[in-house]
């Protein structure tokens, strides 16, 4: 394959559901295997909607996979620091595959990272390597590094054992509904429980003050908040490598030493990853902008990871020696940047400018995250997460909306039920006493179904206490009447959103969603 850009975008604390590492699954796949009908991007979007039901939030398990497939090209950086950023490997094990020796390479870094690490390559009985077969390939043309392990069907031969491996088609999601059901069931409930065991292991492992796991690149082992520390000058770079190392015995996460990679591109991409993560992003700067980009003139990384972290991370904290004297900065561009910075507008801004002695730093950096984290903690709980209620013929809206949410620091939850709006009541409670929002989506689904769920939730509100606020219904293809007095209960307020003429979640709808009557964020 060539390995990925991540899909899932962001979590409101740490970047994976396992500490220590960038993401939980690193999905490798060979590119001709989504070519056409794009069978992986169905599948990867799919089973990130079953990971969601079975841990019962969405976003909080993290994959990664590359959507670059570019059959000239090379291994870079970035493709080798997500491999060993991740925690688990998923193979999607084709004769394209097996004929490619980007996948191959990629199995190889993980294999190797994974031995490596203190746990190994196993979580108990288990590999951290999962076989997704997309044809009955026999055992002996796997991979060595799959070991011992079974894999996991995803192809419609009848016989599974096939020797010729001839037969069996990747199973369509769409045509075949039920086997595909079966098969995403089986692989969901085995990562779930291999990442659930694996935590365990962690904290048993930090209870007995056990070494950690090797860190992702750019990545601390720690649990704690996440502090991404921007590149620096050559003449700060002492200077950041104490600081890193100072507030990491604090019990920070810091994410630092980017770049790697160097090529803007995808420079950009792993600092935007890591700063949108991160409760506090902190920029040294001093007399020079620091390193060019590699192929932009102009643009040095200190700059640009500055400008990327805005908006981003929660705040920025921006520090300069206290005897720096900007008007003697050489560089004009630069020298009207950090007067700038100091002395401009910073109402909305985000950031915090410093001018300060080296030793106290790390004391102010700590100071600033204790208060990011009592805002953070005082935000937090039902006022900002929504029950997403579908029905499963419209879970991939549901995902897509669950995405948006997360981007606007919304915690969603997805909450899918088959045909039965009266199964799984108590899990349906359960999930509505989390949240202050609920989404039920009308799309494939009978509007008598959508009335049931209203119904339902409202009852349970009513009669449970519970602190739903705010009711929806979203109205996603295909195109249907949008009166929204036929789902009005009585005294409550139930919005409806009109997103049925559109095959995409348009910005409108969601910015409904989290109006002043909405979601609050």
Known sequence: MRGGARDGHNRSVDMAFLPGFAFDIFVSYSHVDNLGDLW??????????????????????TLWRDKRLHGNQLFDNTIKAAVEGSALFLAITSNGYLASDYCLQELRWFHAKAEAEPQGGRVGDTSRICNVLLAPLPPERWPVEYGRSSGFP?????DPNDPSGALGQPTDPEEDRLRFKRQMNALTVALIQTLQAFHAALEQATAAHAPAPAP???ASTSAGPRVFVADVSDALAGHRRRLVSELRTKGLAVASNVPPPYEAEAHDARVRELTQEALLSVHLLDQTPGREVDGVDGQTYPLRQLELARGRASSQLIWVPSD?????VEDEAYRGILENLENGEREGSGHDFVRGARPLLVSQIVDKVAQLRKRAEAQAGPRGSVLLDTHLKDQLYALELSRLLVGRSIQ?????????????LEAFESRLRQVSSLVILFGQVSEAWVRRRLGLALQMSVINDLQVKSFFVLIVPPAKASD????????????????SGSPDLAARSVDTLCGADGVPA
Do not use: C, M, W
């Not at 995803?154 to 009848?158: L, M, V, Y």
């Open 484 to 499: 929204a007095e036929r789902f009005a209960r009585g005294p409550v307020q139930v919005q409806l959103i009109d997103n």
């Open 154 to 158: 995803f192809h419609d031969a009848d």
């Open 216 to 218: 992702a690149a750019s």
């Open 40 to 61: 992986v991007n169905k599948f990867h979007d799919r089973l990130e909607i079953a990971l969601a039901k079975q841990h019962g939030r969405a976003g909080v398990i």
């Open 412 to 424: 969603p939850y997805i909450n899918p039920q088959e045909d039965d709006p009266n199964k799984n």
């Open 324 to 328: 720096l004297d900007t008007p003697t």
